[in-house]
């Protein structure tokens, strides 16, 4: 039987005011040039074009290799698996700490999931681990972090070799230096406010900005702001075993509600005490919509209804699979409703809602990359002139060893972007998402593939484009489109006049 969403029903008409705001084109214009000039970027222009939607077109020359575009996202999350290997910042996803922590953190949670869950489980671990500073409130943080990580762990690869645990943690509390590491200093590791321990930041700066843009309702810690911190374990509990696409639509929902909650106290302190409660119900509304704006320039449709089909499922078995996700979002947007339902905001806490925002994510193939200075690290040790490469490698090799192939992993994770999310694709793109050595963090960087002039479109590839013409078309079947650039275009036209000449050799009737 079909799950029936109750808020869906009460809150039809708010919804669909939500989902299709149809907000005067001059007002989304108005947010996009607002959003351009809060960037680092010399000239670009966000402009409707009636076929595709949106477009972002260029408002000057841009010559080969050329930034156009530094966008910060509008909400992004490490996968939760790359946590193992990477401890970054939770608001700008920069890597933290130092490279002996890097490193150490990383063989340290490798070799929980060597020896299973046993030593996590117990105090034991607490206690190999932090008995020489176990007044130190970060080293607390760690081990609660590890807990929450150890499902991941067990998966994880291990390094080929092990090192003595001692070892490992005088990296981790920096009484080993490894040699040269002060050329890749990175900023300090500060634990979240609120203590959740989950959370670590590279400055002050991003934890206030990241606790008031979400992470005060969604922080497992003592000062959370959630309704209920034990419902909100349980929710990031089942994203963690089912997709952590919900951590982002969580995330999402919040950044919303703490808009919402902002721009009501600023319009309650511009009308005084004294507005009537009628007319305030009606601001809510609208209010609301402003809340939501940045989150519904975004292109959306309902999740179970966008998903590609996995191929290990029959066609036949598709309508099933599909009211399968669809249950699954339910039970996930029940656990964060008890988590963070706001009454004011509960249109945000419907099933049509919920499901469009993960859509969202499922359609904008929005990959957060940061390059590890881990690697860099090695790297540069490994370019050192003898003698020198050969006394820093007697420290090094063995961390490399131990390491192993996954020496090198970059923080990997999913985010929204709201102009590169604007970007059309092309299998011959004149631009691309490429992080340079100076971008160390997870802002999305657009670069120009060649000379761009003014007026021309922007163009990325959302797919690997040097595929065969077949696959490039089947892989963005799953965007919702069908691609009709002029390579595609070119190709399909060839491909038209094989078959037409195939069928003429074989005699088949009238070309
Ligand atoms: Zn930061
Ligand atoms: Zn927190
Ligand atoms: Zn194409």
Known sequence: METICPIDRKCASQISVLLHPSPPPLQVQEYFEE?????????????????????????????????????????????????????????????????????????Y??????????VCDKEG???????SNSADEEDDCYVKECKRLRKCASSSPNGKVTLPKGVVQSLMNGELVLPHSEKFSLPPAISCPGGCGEAYYCSKTCAEADWESSHSLLCTGERSEALSREALSKFMQHADETNDIFLLA???????????????????????????????????????LEAWKPVSIGYKRRWWECISLPDDVDRSDETAFRMEVRDLAFTSLQLLKAAIFDQECEPLFSLEI???????????????VVASPVEDYFLYIDDLPDPEKGEAEEV??????????????????????????????SCC????????????????TIIALRPISKGEEVTISYIEEDLPFE?????????????RCTKCLEEDTQLISKQEHIKKKLGFGEV
């Open 396 to 425: 090094t090799q063995s961390f490399l060893d131990a390491l192993g192939d996954g020496y090198s992993v970059c923080c990997q994770g999913t985010a929204f972007y709201p102009l590169q999310s604007c970007m059309n694709h």
């Open 354 to 368: 919920y499901g469009n925002i993960i859509g969202m994510f499922e359609l904008n193939n929005l990959d957060l």
């Open 35 to 107: 959003l351009i000039s809060s960037r680092q970027c010399r000239g670009i222009k966000v402009k409707q074009n009636g076929e595709f939607g949106k477009g972002v077109y260029a408002d000057l020359d841009f010559k080969e290799d050329e930034l156009i575009l530094k966008d910060p996202m509008l909400v992004g999350i490490q996968h939760p698996s790359n946590k193992i290997d990477c401890l970054v910042c939770s608001f700008c996803f920069q890597f933290i700490g130092s490279i002996e922590l890097q490193i150490g953190r990383k063989l």
């Open 471 to 483: 696959e490039r078309q089947a892989l963005l079947a799953d965007y919702g489109f069908r691609c």
């Open 250 to 288: 969580a995330k999402t929902i919040s950044f919303t509600i703490l808009r919402y909650r902002k721009l009501k106290a600023a319009h309650l302190k511009r009308q005084n005490k004294y507005t009537d409660p009628v007319e305030l119900d009606c601001a809510e509304l609208s209010l609301l």
């Open 429 to 444: 793109p004149n631009a691309r998402a490429f992080k340079r050595e100076e971008d160390k963090d997870g802002q999305a």
């Open 109 to 118: 949670l490798q070799s929980l999931g060597l020896s299973a869950s046993k």
């Open 125 to 131: 671990i607490s206690k190999d681990f932090c008995d």
